[in-house]
């Protein structure tokens, strides 16, 4: 079954810092890239970070810059996201996804997605 399983939300203080996993079956993460994204309920799904099959990171989101950094392991077949210093706007769903071409970079939309997890950032 190809699917990614994202784990790692909770509910922290503002500055506070949390590790995502994204952990991927049914397809290696050092053929395809796969990238975080972020949902609030009524506002738009933000795509906010990729990681290639090679490594290569892309940053899309301005308002995390600096602040997160995606990571893999590829023995584990599992990709992170290191959040730190977050913010109450941080305050969203985080889904994982794959982009659909084979051996590809962060182009051309995404296949698989995970069912989400919470992060919750208040005091």
């Known amino acids: 079954q190809v699917q990614v399983v994202e784990s790692g939300g909770g509910s922290v203080q503002p500055g506070g810092s949390l590790k995502l996993s994204c952990a991927a079956s049914?397809?290696?993460?050092?053929?395809?890239?796969v990238g975080w994204f972020r949902q609030v309920p009524g506002k738009e799904r933000e795509e906010m970070f990729c990681?290639?099959?090679?490594?290569?990171?892309?940053e899309f989101a301005d308002s995390v810059k600096g602040r997160f950094i995606i990571s893999k392991d590829i023995a584990k077949n599992t990709i992170y996201l290191h959040m730190n210093n977050l913010k109450p706007e941080d305050t969203a769903v985080y889904h994982c996804?794959?982009?659909?071409?084979?051996?590809?970079?962060?182009?051309?939309?995404?296949?698989?997605w995970g069912q989400g997890t919470q992060v919750t950032v208040s005091s």
């Open positions: 049914g397809f290696r993460v050092d053929y395809y890239a």
């Open positions: 990681i290639s099959s090679t490594g290569t990171t892309t």
């Open positions: 996804a794959r982009y659909k071409s084979l051996w590809g970079d962060c182009k051309g939309g995404n296949d698989v």
